[in-house]
Structures are given as C-alpha cells and as structure tokens.
C-alpha cells in the first residue's frame, strides 16, 4: 500500500504570495492532518478534515485554510504569505478520527517564504 | 509552561546503552503518541497509547494516566535509532488542536 505523499515537497515562495500544498493519504483512510513543523515552536497541529469536513482547527490566522475532496485528498492553502510562515508543513492520515487512531506521516513540504 | 515537557533536550549514548525518554503532560488527554523523526524530516509513529506499557521490538512505552507521565525506553540502542523522539499527547474536551507536542528528545547513539 503507498504511503501519504505530499506535492510539491519544496517550495521557495515571496512574501505575500499565496501557496498550496497537496496531501495523498494512504489509500482508505479518511482522515487527513495537517501540521507545521519550525525550529522555534517545534510542531503545531493546523487542522484537521474528515469525510470533506474540517473537525479541528489550531491555533493559526484564517490566512491558513484547507480543503478535503470526496477522494479523501486534502489541500491547504496559506494566503499573503510572511517570513514566518517558512517551516516544514507535514500532513498526516488516519483511518478514523486521529484521536482514535495511529496516524501516518507523509515526507513533507519544506516551504521557504524571502 | 508547555503543556508537554520532554526530558533530556539532548541525549547522547553509547551502542548497548539502555535508554530512557520521559514525557510529562499537564491536560486531560485520551492518547499518547511516541514519534519518531529522523533527518531530513520523516515521522513514524511509534506507539499510541492510553495505559500501561506497549512493546515493539527493542521499544517500550508506559504511561501513567495518574502522575500525567510516559516515558519511551530503548534496549540495546544502536547508531540507527539516532532522530528525535517526540511525544504528543490527544487532549480531549479542548475546541482548539488536537495533537499537542512536546519539543522533542534528539538521542544520538555512537557505535
């Protein structure tokens, strides 16, 4: 079975563009995790979506938002980017809930904002 | 205070040597997972947990629900398990997050 990738897994953006990062999850599961992941704060959770609903939301601005197709695969989107937003951003898939299950890690995308 | 502390930050050990990571949590919380992350950014995860003790291999994982406490033990360490060891916890009755990390334990183990 093949694991949670992620598109594009580098990305090199300017301040106030806006940015989409692509995850996969593993065939079957329905839930689908985002994280960012910086030196600084360390990892974060971001959101998460399950059958096309979000049903948890971190602590980030509403310049951060994310979708989740029928097929399971989900997108998130970071608007009028800043230097700040330069992290790992990491998605992750579970077959339920992620509080019920174990969660698999796709690679990551490593996104740098100039 | 973080609500997940990790101890030690750093945590150097020679092959053979037994290993101890601790995890300590100040919320309610209905799991709690045991990553690992080794460089250039891949996460597994090791165990998910909500009492007593799991094993896998040469890892162990326990938790106390009561003292809010896990710690992650690795027998016979090799230069392979070098990475970071983070422990994250699922808090339950909070509307905001879901995971929360603790900062991470980088072991680095010397042949």
């Known amino acids: 079975k093949a694991g949670v990738t992620q598109t594009p897994r580098y990305l090199i953006k300017t301040r106030g563009q806006q940015v989409t990062l692509s995850c996969s999850p593993i065939?079957?599961?329905?839930?689908v995790s985002w994280y960012q992941q910086t030196p600084g704060q360390g990892l974060q959770f971001l959101f998460e979506y399950f059958s096309e609903t979000q049903r948890n939301k971190g602590n980030f601005p509403g310049r951060f938002s994310g979708r989740q197709f029928s097929n399971s695969r989900s997108e998130m989107n970071v608007s009028t980017l800043e230097l700040g937003d330069s992290a790992l951003y990491l998605c992750?898939?579970?077959?339920?809930?992620?509080?019920?299950?174990?969660?698999?890690f796709g690679p990551g995308t490593r996104l740098t904002v100039l | 205070k973080n609500e997940v502390e990790q101890s030690p930050q750093n945590l150097t050990a020679q092959e053979g040597e037994f290993i101890t990571i601790n995890c300590s949590y100040s919320?309610?919380?209905?799991?709690l997972h045991w990553l690992q992350q080794h460089p250039g950014g891949g996460i597994v995860s090791l165990f998910m947990?909500?009492?007593g003790k799991k094993k896998h291999g040469r890892l162990i994982a326990t938790i106390n629900i009561q003292e809010k406490h896990s710690s992650l033990h690795i027998t016979a360490s090799h230069p392979r398990d070098s990475a970071v060891y983070i422990c994250a916890v699922m808090n339950y009755g909070g509307s905001q997050g879901n995971l929360i990390f603790g900062k991470g334990t980088k072991l680095s183990v010397k042949p």
């Open positions: 065939s079957g599961h329905r839930s």
């Open positions: 919320v309610g919380i209905s799991a």
């Open positions: 947990l909500s009492s």
């Open positions: 992750a898939s579970s077959l339920d809930l992620s509080g019920a299950d174990t969660q698999y």
